[in-house]
């Protein structure tokens, strides 16, 4: 499965703007395995480390996290609030919520998973 379809699947029912979020292999910063954004113009995008490209697990652990930052984002911004980046309460709950929806355990929703 490639890295569009996959994230399409993951992404069904987070309440998200799947198809027009870009999910892309590209470097990260140093050690980080996934990075989700969000710009100003409301546009959001995941990007995956190439380094794990040929490990479905970690590829799929790291998407589903970076899933739950944008489902975060997205709530925030809906309510008017200051995005937090970090690994907050609502955070957690999103990030559970994509994990077990797409029938995983939630073990890389903790703090620094990625």
Do not use: W
Not at 11 to 33: H, K, V, W, Y
């Amino acid at each position: 499965m490639n890295l569009t379809t996959l994230f399409l699947t993951m992404c069904l029912n987070t309440g998200l703007p799947c198809e027009d979020i870009g999910a892309e292999f590209a470097e990260t910063p140093f050690g980080i395995m996934g990075v989700a954004q969000l710009y100003n113009t409301g546009k959001m995008n995941i990007k995956i480390s190439p380094i794990i490209k040929d490990s479905a697990y970690e590829v799929e652990e790291t998407l589903l996290h970076e899933i739950a930052h944008l489902m975060t984002y997205a709530k925030s911004m809906r309510e008017g609030r200051r995005i937090n980046n970090g690994h907050n309460h609502s955070f957690m709950v999103n990030c559970k919520k994509v994990s077990r929806a797409y029938g995983k355990h939630p073990k890389h929703c903790s703090k620094g998973a990625h």
